[in-house]
């Protein structure tokens, strides 16, 4: 598969020295982005940081960051995590500061990032893998999505895909890197959530759903 996609969207370098975020706007973005848009996550993180520094955002009223994030859905659920979140962060490190996460074995940081309100084990490995190259990898739904159709792992939830998945890759960041960004382009642009476009799809040979349901595979359910 990695070798098809790689041929399809080309190399997807990971480069921790110049990574797209910093690790704690990678978290807190990766919370807001959860049933959003990136443009309204982007909208919405940058609101956040209107109210200023970490501190601030942990001491303003629970209904301004909410209202600050409110291009994210759910904000009123959102909001008191994120909160929640900065403190127990600013417990372990005063500075916000994730750089312990590079020395701890990977099941431990796993375990240190899921024990904040809000975050899941996808938002984790992002932060772990996109941040520090750690050897994780990061199920979204498109992510689940192709791999579910195509019958690399069978019918389960996001959380069970994350284990399944991360047993059968090698334990290589820069080669779970690239799979997973080009899984999420090939998710986006071809096999979509409704009507994928089977006939363009360079894994349409080696899925199982192409080979029940031809150009006509129904709209994905995890049920």
Same mark, same amino acid.
């Given at each position: *598969? /990695?070798?098809?996609?790689?041929?399809?969207?080309?190399?997807?370098?990971?480069?921790?020295?110049?990574?797209?975020?910093?690790? *704690?706007?990678?978290?807190?973005?990766?919370?807001?982005?959860?049933?959003?848009?990136?443009?309204?996550?982007?909208?919405?993180?940058?609101?956040?940081?209107?109210?200023? %520094?970490?501190?601030?955002?942990?001491?303003?009223?629970?209904?301004?960051?909410?209202?600050?994030?409110?291009?994210?859905?759910?904000?009123?659920? /959102?909001?008191?995590?994120?909160?929640?979140?900065?403190?127990?962060?600013?417990?372990?490190?005063?500075?916000?500061?994730? %750089?312990?996460?590079?020395?701890?074995?990977? /099941?431990?940081?796993?375990?240190?990032?899921?024990?904040?309100?809000?975050?899941?084990?996808?938002?984790?490995?992002?932060?772990?893998?996109?941040?520090?190259?750690?050897?994780?990898?990061?199920? %979204?739904?498109h992510v689940h999505r192709i791999n579910?159709?195509?019958?690399?792992?069978?019918? *389960?939830?996001?959380?069970?895909?994350?284990?399944?998945?991360?047993?059968?890759?090698?334990? %290589?960041?820069?080669?779970?890197?690239?799979?997973? /960004?080009?899984?999420?382009?090939?998710?986006?642009?071809?096999?979509?959530?409704?009507?994928?476009?089977?006939?363009?799809?360079?894994?349409?040979?080696?899925?199982?759903?192409?080979?029940i349901y031809g150009d006509r595979v129904?709209?994905?359910?995890?049920?």
């Open positions: *598969m /990695k070798e098809q996609l790689h041929a399809e969207y080309g190399a997807r370098p990971l480069d921790t020295a110049h990574p797209r975020r910093a690790p *704690m706007h990678e978290l807190i973005s990766t919370i807001l982005s959860q049933r959003t848009t990136h443009e309204d996550e982007e909208a919405a993180y940058h609101e956040l940081r209107m109210l200023g %520094d970490w501190d601030a955002i942990i001491d303003a009223p629970v209904e301004q960051v909410a209202h600050a994030i409110r291009r994210s859905n759910y904000p009123e659920s /959102k909001a008191p995590r994120i909160q929640a979140s900065l403190r127990q962060i600013r417990e372990h490190a005063p500075d916000y500061q994730l %750089d312990f996460l590079a020395d701890l074995p990977v /099941k431990e940081a796993l375990k240190w990032l899921t024990a904040l309100p809000g975050v899941g084990v996808k938002t984790a490995s992002l932060v772990l893998l996109f941040n520090y190259a750690r050897p994780v990898f990061p199920v %979204d739904t579910t159709r195509v019958g690399t792992i069978p019918r *389960m939830g996001e959380q069970a895909a994350h284990r399944a998945l991360l047993a059968l890759l090698p334990p %290589d960041p820069p080669f779970l890197y690239e799979l997973h /960004k080009n899984l999420l382009r090939h998710g986006q642009q071809v096999c979509q959530w409704t009507r994928p476009k089977c006939r363009v799809c360079v894994l349409r040979e080696r899925c199982d759903a192409y080979a129904p709209s994905f359910s995890v049920k």
